[in-house]
């Protein structure tokens, strides 16, 4: 059974750091792309950074150039974004996920983890 738990979110204040974690079981996240996700309240889910298969990062959303990271820790099979500069747009709840060769989610949905960044 794959499972991937989302953890490290928090409250912070505008221009603080996070770091969330995506530990997964059942599946072997180097062998796979993935990708960090956000949906902020009333809005869709979006997709906010993204590392190939390769390990190489391919994408991430104009809102968080330079200011996230995406990385993965192929021995503890976890999945990383560095938030930095953060900023209350950025509130949100995080997922992360596993992504098809087309680019789509492969996983059912964790429950997230709660960013929430003070003015």
């Known amino acids: 059974q794959v499972q991937l738990v989302e953890s490290g979110g928090g409250l912070v204040q505008t221009g603080g750091s996070l770091r969330l974690s995506c530990a997964a079981s059942?599946?072997?996240?180097?062998?796979?792309?993935m990708g960090w996700y956000r949906q902020a309240p009333g809005m869709q889910r979006e997709l906010v950074a993204r590392?190939?298969?390769?390990?190489?990062?391919?994408y991430y959303t104009d809102s968080v150039k330079g200011r996230f990271t995406i990385s993965r820790d192929n021995a503890k099979n976890t999945g990383y974004l560095q938030m930095n500069s953060l900023k209350p747009e950025d509130t949100a709840v995080y997922y992360c996920?596993?992504?098809?060769?087309?680019?789509?989610?492969?996983?059912?949905w964790g429950q997230g983890t709660q960013v929430t960044v003070s003015s």
């Open positions: 059942g599946i072997v996240l180097s062998r796979n792309a």
């Open positions: 590392v190939n298969s390769g390990g190489i990062t391919d």
């Open positions: 996920n596993v992504l098809t060769l087309g680019g789509l989610p492969l996983v059912s």
